[in-house]
């Protein structure tokens, strides 16, 4: 009995050193992406080369009355154009939405039931783009269903830590945004592979078929979320916000704006990135065509993923000797990173045709770099910031953000064709770069400000 009396309590489950629910989060984060990731890394491609032209684009239920809209704000658009343009108004949508959906967790259905309705509205919307017919009721679906479901998942990451926890937010944010990248690797490739074998439908359908698995393991993981994590509507009164709250808003207001142009930089590499290695990229291995959907995030999300735990040790070191950058740095080193990237493919495109595919590699390797230290980074501080009661709403602010730089990408790729690609890639890098100058002008007072606000 007394040696019974020693024995030590059970440690607590954690994930890799976090909470245990952050693991479900995760992978239902991941199993997300590989759809979406893998669905978006055809659909530009898809709608160039085949949905929009003739003998297809007849079959689409409501597009001649889409077109006309499109048409009536932008003038006559030819096929590129036209695709361009409705891939940027789809991520951009999707990205515009998780504002409605945050109201709607924060004031209405709470945060775990708006994941699943959002889960099942987005496998009804992948399975959906296996028909040409059902096109564009598809990409409604899939808008609303990341709505509700993209920002309330962010949230619930960051209600698993303390307040003043700003440390383990982030180490956390870092393993949410590494299960996103993995995702982001495998669905290019797995359905970027099947649409060049099979055809783009069976693509299509495979993203659907992950994305009920991304339900599936977020139902899985109910008991281990909290009521806090759950993300149950605030039921108490809601007191004012002081004018610390509402300076501390409005600094990150500012910090979003900044992010966008290394957003619109970012994001290029899924819309007319994809357009511009199909045509003048060798991707030929042996008698075996690399996929060009292989190019659409895949390497930058694998990088992403590969150098967090390099960053979480240079962050470390860097803060033992009082040099770790502030958040705002860290935010302006992506946008740099972006500027970086585009102007290897500027240089490639203005030396060489064909370009070897270690250009675009390069590209998506430092991409991927600027991605780690940029989004999760964001994500953290608003988490961090934001006053308790509109955290979601400026979660999905966040991704608004996401609307605002896709939006601009559909229409910056259609100048492409009335560019040369050296000067197209240039402009890129350029708009990345003027990111950065804000984020490294504005570092000081804005971290003043969320130094006031005390966390």
Same mark, same amino acid.
């Given at each position: 009995?007394?040696?019974?009396?020693?024995?030590?309590?059970?440690?607590?489950?954690?994930?890799?050193?976090?909470?245990?629910?952050?693991?479900?989060?995760?992978?239902?984060?991941?199993?997300?992406?590989?759809?979406?990731?893998?669905?978006?890394?055809?659909?530009?491609?898809?709608?160039?080369?085949?949905?929009?032209?003739?003998?297809?684009?007849?079959? &689409?239920?409501?597009?001649?009355?889409?077109?006309?809209?499109?048409?009536?704000?932008?003038?006559?658009?030819?096929?590129?154009?036209?695709?361009?343009?409705?891939?940027?108004?789809?991520?951009?949508?999707?990205?515009?939405?998780?504002?409605?959906?945050?109201?709607?967790?924060?004031?209405?259905?709470?945060?775990?039931?708006?994941?699943?309705?959002?889960?099942?509205?987005?496998?009804?919307?992948?399975?959906?783009?296996?028909?040409?017919?059902?096109?564009? &009721?598809?990409?409604?679906?899939?808008?609303?269903?990341?709505?509700?479901?993209?920002?309330?998942?962010?949230?619930?990451?960051?209600?698993?830590?303390?307040?003043?926890?700003?440390?383990?937010?982030?180490?956390?944010?870092? &393993?949410?945004?590494?299960?996103?990248?993995?995702?982001?690797?495998?669905?290019?490739?797995?359905?970027?592979?099947?649409?060049?074998?099979?055809?783009?439908?069976?693509?299509?359908?495979?993203?659907?078929?992950?994305?009920?698995?991304?339900?599936?393991?977020?139902?899985?993981?109910?008991?281990?979320?909290?009521?806090?994590?759950?993300?149950?509507?605030?039921?108490?009164?809601?007191?004012?916000?002081?004018?610390?709250?509402?300076?501390?808003?409005?600094?990150?207001?500012?910090?979003?704006?900044?992010?966008?142009?290394?957003?619109?930089?970012?994001?290029?590499?899924?819309?007319?990135?994809?357009?511009?290695?199909?045509?003048?990229?060798?991707?030929?291995?042996?008698?075996?065509?690399?996929?060009?959907?292989?190019?659409?995030?895949?390497?930058?999300?694998?990088?992403?993923?590969?150098?967090?735990?390099?960053?979480?040790?240079?962050?470390?070191?860097?803060?033992?000797?009082?040099?770790?950058?502030?958040?705002?740095?860290?935010?302006?080193?992506?946008?740099?990173?972006?500027?970086?990237?585009?102007?290897?493919?500027?240089?490639?495109?203005?030396?060489?045709?064909?370009?070897?595919?270690?250009?675009?590699?390069?590209?998506?390797?430092?991409?991927?770099?600027?991605?780690?230290?940029?989004?999760?980074?964001?994500?953290?501080?608003?988490?961090?910031?934001?006053?308790?009661?509109?955290?979601?709403?400026?979660?999905?602010?966040?991704?608004?953000?996401?609307?605002?730089?896709?939006?601009?990408?559909?229409?910056?790729?259609?100048?492409?064709?009335?560019?040369?690609?050296?000067?197209?890639?240039?402009?890129?890098?350029?708009?990345?770069?003027?990111?950065?100058?804000?984020?490294?002008?504005?570092?000081?007072?804005?971290?003043?400000?969320?130094?006031?606000?005390?966390?």
């Amino acid at each position: 009995m007394a040696a019974l009396d020693t024995i030590a309590p059970p440690r607590a489950r954690t994930f890799f050193g976090q909470p245990p629910a952050l693991g479900f989060l995760a992978f239902t984060e991941a199993w997300e992406r590989f759809s979406y990731y893998g669905m978006t890394s055809l659909l530009v491609l898809y709608m160039s080369q085949a949905l929009f032209m003739p003998g297809h684009v007849g079959h &689409i239920a409501g597009f001649a009355a889409f077109r006309a809209g499109l048409e009536a704000v932008f003038g006559k658009m030819s096929t590129l154009a036209l695709a361009s343009q409705t891939y940027g108004l789809y991520t951009g949508f999707v990205y515009l939405t998780p504002v409605l959906g945050g109201l709607i967790a924060d004031r209405l259905i709470g945060r775990r039931n708006a994941v699943v309705a959002g889960a099942v509205l987005m496998s009804g919307g992948h399975i959906a783009m296996a028909f040409d017919q059902s096109f564009l &009721i598809a990409l409604f679906l899939l808008i609303t269903g990341c709505g509700l479901l993209k920002g309330n998942i962010s949230t619930q990451v960051g209600q698993l830590y303390a307040e003043d926890d700003a440390a383990g937010r982030t180490r956390g944010f870092s &393993i949410f945004s590494m299960a996103i990248n993995v995702g982001a690797v495998a669905g290019p490739l797995t359905c970027g592979l099947l649409a060049q074998l099979y055809g783009w439908h069976v693509g299509f359908g495979l993203a659907g078929a992950l994305m009920l698995i991304a339900l599936a393991t977020y139902l899985a993981g109910y008991r281990y979320l909290t009521e806090s994590a759950r993300g149950a509507a605030v039921r108490e009164p809601a007191a004012p916000l002081d004018a610390r709250q509402k300076r501390a808003i409005a600094a990150l207001l500012v910090v979003m704006a900044i992010t966008i142009p290394h957003s619109i930089a970012f994001y290029q590499n899924t819309n007319i990135g994809l357009i511009w290695i199909n045509a003048h990229v060798d991707l030929m291995a042996g008698h075996f065509r690399m996929p060009t959907a292989w190019f659409g995030g895949a390497m930058d999300s694998f990088i992403s993923i590969a150098c967090v735990p390099f960053l979480f040790a240079l962050w470390r070191f860097q803060g033992r000797h009082g040099g770790e950058p502030g958040e705002i740095a860290k935010i302006g080193i992506g946008a740099a990173l972006a500027a970086i990237a585009n102007l290897v493919l500027a240089v490639s495109a203005a030396l060489f045709d064909p370009v070897s595919p270690l250009v675009p590699a390069a590209y998506e390797i430092i991409l991927g770099v600027a991605f780690i230290w940029q989004w999760p980074t964001l994500l953290a501080l608003v988490s961090r910031v934001a006053p308790q009661r509109l955290k979601s709403t400026l979660m999905g602010v966040a991704f608004l953000t996401l609307f605002v730089s896709n939006t601009i990408i559909g229409r910056i790729g259609a100048l492409y064709e009335h560019m040369s690609p050296a000067q197209f890639w240039t402009m890129n890098a350029g708009i990345a770069a003027s990111g950065a100058v804000l984020a490294f002008l504005l570092r000081k007072p804005l971290g003043r400000l969320f130094a006031e606000d005390g966390k």
